[in-house]
T-cell receptor
């Protein structure tokens, strides 16, 4: 059973546009929610992460929005660039400092120039 | 400093053979994780170590899979009697216990192909 559900599976955005990827979870014990970016042939790289005590976190062009009551969180990429084309994974863990990550299935983002 | 390194980068083996995959974590990172990623899927947890001991091995699919970390640094994932279904990218990650976030840093992975 998928602990973290991610959508859409693929996303095509024009350069300069906003990319939005959504994730949902059921386990209320989750208290750490990272997003990873993965390029072909590489390992996932941590992009940005949030804890449920805040509703939004922004780092540069990347923003996580978190809705604790709905058990949903999303990644927004502002001013999307061709270099952002990659696969994005949301994840969650029960430990905010340690423990296994439960990953979504991934979203393949393509940004057209 | 150096990131997580994994060797070999690619491994091709025949069904029934034994393989070992190695992970060198970031220096000083006491937590080490193994994940498996199938094509088009997210990483799937296998096992993690705190120091030398396995803190959670609930993700190992069966007893053909085993991992060790004898000195609390380098780890080896061992797969016996490999099956075609074991073909995947095996990812290793490490993190610093005591940091404020569960930040796991991943290596490039070992692509295992079982013929």
């Amino acid at each position: 059973q998928q602990q973290v559900k991610q959508s859409p599976q693929s996303l095509i955005v024009q350069k300069g546009g906003i990319s939005i990827i959504n994730c949902a979870y059921e386990n209320t014990a989750f208290d750490y929610f990272p997003w990873y970016q993965q390029f072909p042939g590489k390992g996932p790289a941590l992009l940005i992460a949030i804890r449920p005590d805040v509703s939004e976190k922004k780092e540069g062009r990347f923003t996580i929005s978190f809705n604790k009551s709905a058990k949903q969180f999303s990644l927004h990429i502002m001013d999307s660039q061709p270099g952002d084309s990659a696969t994005y994974f949301c994840a969650a863990s029960r430990g905010s400092t340690l423990g296994r990550l439960y990953f979504g299935r991934g979203t393949q983002l393509t940004v057209w120039p | 400093g150096a990131g997580v390194s994994q060797t070999p980068s690619n491994k091709v083996t025949e069904k029934g053979k034994y393989v070992e995959l190695r992970c060198d974590p970031i220096s000083g990172h006491t937590a080490l994780y193994w994940y498996r990623q199938s094509l088009g899927q997210g990483p799937e947890f296998l096992i993690y170590f705190q120091g030398t001991g396995a803190a959670d091995d609930s993700g190992l699919p069966n007893d053909r899979f085993f991992a060790v970390r004898p000195e609390g640094s380098v780890s080896t994932l061992k797969i016996q009697r490999t099956e075609r279904g074991d073909s995947a990218v095996y990812l290793c990650a490490s993190s610093l216990i005591g940091s404020s976030y569960n930040e796991q840093f991943f290596g490039p992975g070992t692509r295992l192909t079982v013929l």
